[in-house]
C-alpha cells in the first residue's frame, strides 16, 4: 500500500511542476554496438543550462546495452525552441573526445518528449541522432 501511495504521488507531483502543455522530456540512448565511453552530456534550451549529467560505469553500461535514460523533465512555452547536446567522452584508443550538436524542435500543446541517440562517425567523432519518442 505504502509503494502504491508514493507512486500515486510522484505521479501527481509530476503533474502539478510539469502540466502537459509546457512539459518537454528529453531522453539519451546510445547507438547499438557502440564501444565509446560516454563520461558526461550537458543539454540548454534557449541558451540556458536545462541539465548536465556526469555518467557513472553502471549508468555507462546499461546505456550501452540498449537502456534509455530521461536525463531532464522541464517546462517550456509552446512555439520553436533550440537545443544544444554537449557530450564528452573516450574513444576505444583512450584519446579524449567531446562534441556540440544543436537541434530545433517544436513545441505544442501535448508534453514534448525528446529522443537524442548518440554514436560514433567513421572519423570517430560524434554523430547525433534527434527524434520525437
Known sequence: DVLSIAS????LEERLLYPSNTQVAVFV????????????????????????HIYSFKELEALQKGGVQRIYTGNVTSGAHEMAVTI???LPGGSD???TERFRFEKE?????????????????????????
Open 109 to 133: 500543446v501535448d508534453p514534448k518528449l525528446v529522443g537524442i541517440t548518440l554514436a560514433r562517425t567513421a572519423t570517430g567523432g560524434a554523430r547525433f541522432e534527434l527524434g520525437g519518442w
Open 88 to 90: 564528452a567522452g573516450k
Open 8 to 11: 500515486e504521488l510522484n505521479n
Open 29 to 52: 540512448a546510445i547507438s547499438e554496438d557502440e564501444d565509446f565511453r560516454l563520461d558526461a552530456v550537458q543539454v540548454t534550451i534557449n541558451g540556458e543550462l536545462a541539465t548536465h
Open 97 to 99: 573526445f567531446d562534441a
